[in-house]
C-alpha cells in the first residue's frame, strides 16, 4: 500500500482536484480541474516516491497539426465586351509606347472591344477583337519568363497572381517601336461578383510612366 507519507506529494488541498493513484507498476495520475487550472509535474524526486514504484509515464509529446491551404485564384474565363464610359482614354499610352498618330487615335476612339478569355490551372488565353485590329495570345502562369512575338517585337512575357489570386499579373518587357527599353505590366482583377474584369495597364520607358484604366462588362 502507500502510507500518508506519499499521498501528500501528489494530492492537492483543494476541493476541486481528484487524484487517482494505483498500485500496480505502473502509476496514471488522473487530476480534473476547471479550465483556469494549470497542472505542473515535475520529475520523480519532487513527487517523493520510493524507489519501489515505477516512474510515472512521461507527458505525450503535443500533436502538431499542419493546415494546408490552397489559395483560391480568379477565373477570367468568359466572354468580355468593354464599358468605353466607365474607361479611361489609352491614347497617352499608346504615344509612350512609340505609336504614330493615326494608330494612336485609332485605339483611342475604338469603344467596340471584346475579349475572349479561356483560363485553365497552368494558362491564361486572351484573344482581343477589335474595330481596329485582333489580338490574341496564350502565357503559362507558372511565373516563368517566356518569349513572344507581340506587335512585330521579341517580348519577354511573366504570368504570376498576387493578393491571394485576386489579381493576375502580365509583364510584357520590350524594345518599343522607337528602340527604347519598355515595360508594360497589366493587372487585371474582378468585381461585382466576377461580372465585371477591370484591367489597369502602365507601361514605363526610360523613367516615365503612363497608366489607363479599362473595364469590361461579361457578356
Known sequence: GINAEYMEAVVSTQSTW??????QSTWEAVVSTQSTWEAVVSTQSTWGLNSRLSPLKPARKPVNFVVSHTMARADFTGTWNLDAAASGNPEAVAELEGRGWVARKAIANTTNVKLTIAQTAETFSIKMETTFKNEEGTVNLNGAEEEHDVDGHKTKVTATFEEDGKVLLVTHRYTNANGKTSERTIRRHLEDDGKTLVAETTVTVEG??????RVFRKA
Open 208 to 213: 516615365q510612366t503612363a497608366s489607363v484604366k
Open 18 to 23: 481528484e487524484a487517482v493513484v494505483s498500485t
